[in-house]
């Protein structure tokens, strides 16, 4: 089975700070993704990557960015943290052909 | 702006039922479809996938697809309360990126025993 593993259940930091969300996939797959998860909003996608050193924004990049220098590492950096990014945040990753795995989540709260 | 709409629910249904989960999407050239399934407090896992017109089963989930009309659905038959989470309905379309699903934002789905 694929494993996507992220650093951090939980999460809490100051405003203003800068944060690092790792994520680790153990399958090779070529596409990862970060989503951020709201109570009302669903999931939405901050960025993914196609390959090493590739990346697109997704829907809502604002305030976040992202890293990918190994394939199966793509770390989200958010610059300074605010309140507003207080979330659920969850890394996914795929193949060519199936739906995501994802990792497990990382609750981030912004204090 | 592709879309993919689902009742946000919740949806109650008494152990032993069926449960049916709906989903709309809004582009046309949408391909693949995946349901997910999400407890309180987890991450999303992959329950479904279907890429053609029809039913697909698999033990007591059957999803159903109708690019006509641009709907995709979930069966879950015998509910049970277990089965009681989230089901994130999520589309992939070959137009623009064809890397990332839109999700839709759940409907909740209650089993009572």
């Known amino acids: 089975d694929v494993k996507v593993t992220q650093s951090s259940r939980y999460l809490v930091k100051r405003t203003g700070e800068k944060v690092f969300l790792e994520c680790v996939q153990d399958?090779?797959?070529?596409?990862m993704f970060w989503y951020r998860q709201d109570p009302g909003l669903g999931l939405r996608l901050i960025y993914f990557s196609y390959d090493v050193k590739m990346k697109e924004k997704g829907d809502i990049p604002e305030g976040y960015s992202v890293s990918r220098e190994k394939k199966e590492r793509f770390s989200l950096i958010l610059e300074s943290a605010s309140t507003n990014q207080t979330s659920m945040y969850l890394c996914?990753?795929?193949?060519?052909?199936?739906?995501?795995?994802f990792g497990s989540g990382t609750r981030l709260t912004v204090v | 702006q592709k879309e993919v709409e689902q009742n946000s629910g919740p949806l109650s249904v008494p152990e032993g039922a069926i449960a049916s989960l709906n989903c709309t999407y809004s582009d046309r050239g949408s391909q693949s479809f995946f349901w997910y399934r999400q407890y309180s407090g987890k991450s999303p896992e992959l329950i479904m996938s279907?890429?053609?017109?029809g039913d697909k089963e698999d033990g007591r989930f059957t999803a159903q697809l109708n690019k006509a009309s641009q709907y995709v659905s979930l069966l879950i038959r015998d509910s049970q309360p277990s089965d009681s989470a989230t089901y994130l309905c999520a589309v992939r379309s070959f137009s623009g990126s064809a890397r990332q699903l839109t999700f839709g934002s759940g409907t909740q789905l209650t089993v009572l025993p």
């Open positions: 279907i890429y053609s017109n």
């Open positions: 399958m090779d797959h070529e596409n």
């Open positions: 996914a990753s795929r193949d060519g052909t199936y739906g995501y795995t």
